[in-house]
């Protein structure tokens, strides 16, 4: 599977971005789908992924989000969008998008990662 991310860019704190990632290729066979992000000298973390396998629907939060995030699929186009509201300078990251695959074995995707930085 390919992901092609988009939407990244420079934001004052408070504001907003949306995040979009564009699937093709094995989509059939993508369980989760979603972001994470890294920022300078730290892990990479989850910010929002959405189960589309056999737990339809089950969607998980990074701990940061605290309801300022929202994760939206469309099962027609094969996108994943990430609505990042009330942003904050500790947002600013990179931000990639994943899949992950059930083929035979659970198998991760990661997209190139689109730069999110957010001013104070």
């Known amino acids: 599977v390919q992901l092609q991310a988009s939407g990244g860019g420079l934001v004052e704190a408070g504001g907003s971005l949306r995040l979009s990632c564009a699937a093709s290729?094995?989509?059939?066979?993508?369980?989760?789908i979603g972001w994470y992000r890294q920022a300078p000298g730290a892990q990479r973390e989850l910010v929002a992924t959405?189960?589309?396998?056999?737990?339809?629907?089950?969607?998980n939060y990074g701990h940061f989000v605290k309801g300022r995030f929202t994760i939206s699929r469309d099962n027609a186009k094969n996108t994943v969008d990430l609505q990042m509201n009330n942003l904050e300078p500790e947002d600013t990251a990179v931000y990639y998008c994943?899949?992950?695959?059930?083929?035979?074995?659970?198998?991760?995707?990661w997209g190139k990662g689109t730069q999110v930085t957010v001013s104070s």
């Open positions: 994943y899949a992950q695959l059930v083929q035979g074995l659970l198998t991760d995707y």
């Open positions: 290729g094995s989509t059939a066979s993508i369980n989760k």
């Open positions: 959405v189960t589309i396998g056999v737990r339809r629907g089950g969607l």
